[in-house]
């Protein structure tokens, strides 16, 4: 079940990282990373009743996890986009440092689910959806 769509992400949540060639790409792994941040508890009635703040939720886990994988394409690149300089001499390269809070993730996948838990919280904070003890 897809919790959003391209139309609430670029009207509503005002995104415009995801093309909408790729959206459902997107939308399929921020709903199984929702899914799993809220422990499975998203049910026809709870998205009902909360549909907005879990589409909000989508959006962003949707944009964040688009960063992260464009991040990690672009420190993987071997094009010049990343070098500072270069030198010839017994060869030398220094490479851009871009520190971002998305760069700082990416080689971490705890930190990468903590970035899109505290996104996602000022969404579903009035939900019991984040709740980790049993309802």
């Not at 060639?21 to 998203?42: G, P």
């Not at 220094?94 to 700082?104: K, R, Y």
């Amino acid at each position: 079940m897809a919790y959003t769509t391209y139309e609430f992400y670029t009207t509503t949540y005002y995104g415009s990282t995801i093309p909408s060639a790729d959206f459902s790409m997107w939308l399929s792994r921020a709903t199984d990373e929702l899914n799993y941040l809220t422990f499975n508890r998203i049910t026809d009635e709870v998205l009902t009743e909360f549909s907005v703040e879990i589409q909000k939720a989508t959006c962003t886990i949707m944009d964040l996890l688009f960063q992260i994988d464009d991040a990690t394409q672009k420190a993987n690149s071997t094009d010049d986009s990343n070098v500072k300089s270069k030198s010839s001499g017994n060869e030398s390269i220094t490479f851009v440092n871009n520190s971002t809070v998305i760069s700082t993730v990416l080689a971490d996948q705890k930190a990468q689910y903590s970035l899109m838990r505290n996104s996602i919280t000022k969404y579903l904070v009035k939900t019991e959806l984040l709740y980790p003890g049993v309802l």
